[in-house]
């Protein structure tokens, strides 16, 4: 069985020690049943993955003494990933799963139809670390305050430029044309849409996918005629807010990302 594997915010260098907070303690000590000597692996998002085995074990805190370093960092591909916050437990799910599929940054975004009201900034930073120490990433997604998707696109050339935006449309034939008709009219499948992005733009990108309602005419409009916006579609079924962004990242990691 392979060693827990922790995130930690400490610089890591041989010999280091490294101080335990109180829910990494009980997750070392009281879950794992780790003992002294017993071995930890650490990563911080900088210094790529390192050895460690535990020095002192207190009941909310304790000490482990950094090793070796085992895996070189690794900076993934630039995606963000923009989304219109769901159930609570829709949009841990998609955190995690955006984790686990590389995204480098998720940034939750208040469209007209978006039910949620507010979003807990820190519990979803944790439920990423979570994801990031299960699935051997070496950092961890920056997760951005939420913001109204009108502010985002207002300032996005200013704040991010260069930046491409992949539009998931559910309603991709216009405003008022029925979903099923988007093939002939609107935006591409979504990964013929991806293989036409020439080498020379294939930088940073962000995903954008609506909320269970979709977005409003008037906001579709807008993204529809921006010039760092590509229209795409997920096919002919009404997908989940939460399994859209799953399909989403599939596809872009599969033509522009890590997994080509």
């Known amino acids: ?18 101080e335990l907070d109180a ?5 070392l000590f009281n879950v794992m049943r780790l003992k002294p000597s017993d071995p930890v692996r650490l990563f911080n998002g900088r210094a790529g993955e390192w050895t460690a085995t535990v020095g002192e074990v207190a009941r909310k805190s304790g000490v482990l003494q950094v090793g070796e370093r085992t895996r070189d960092h690794y900076v993934p591909p630039d995606l963000h990933v923009l989304f219109a916050p769901v159930k609570k437990s829709r949009t841990d799910y998609i955190v995690e799963k955006a984790t686990e599929l590389g995204a480098t940054a998720l940034r939750p975004v208040f ?14 930073r944790a439920v990423a670390v979570e994801a990031a120490e ?22 996005w050339t200013r704040t991010d430029p260069g930046r491409s935006i992949l539009f998931l449309d559910e309603a ?15 935006a591409a499948p979504v990964l013929r849409a991806l293989f036409a992005v020439p080498e020379t733009e294939a930088g ?14 008037d906001e579709r409009e807008r993204l529809r005629t921006a010039t ?10 009404i997908l989940r807010a939460d399994t859209a962004v799953v399909a989403a990242l599939t596809a872009w990691q599969s033509v522009l990302g890590d997994w080509r």
């Open 1 to 18: 069985m392979a060693s827990p594997r922790l995130f930690v915010a400490a610089d890591l260098t041989a010999g280091a020690r490294v």
């Open 23 to 27: 829910a990494q303690a009980n997750y």
């Open 111 to 124: 469209t007209r139809r978006t039910v949620a009201e507010r979003v807990k900034t820190e519990r979803l």
């Open 134 to 155: 299960q699935t051997e990433r070496l950092d961890v997604p920056d997760i951005a305050e939420a913001q109204p998707l009108a502010r985002v696109l207002e300032g």
């Open 172 to 186: 991709a034939g216009g405003a008022d044309t029925p979903w099923r008709e988007a093939a002939a009219s609107g």
């Open 204 to 217: 940073g990108w962000a995903i954008l996918v609506g909320p269970e309602g979709g977005f409003a005419p």
């Open 228 to 237: 760092f916006v590509t229209c795409a579609s997920l096919g002919p079924r």
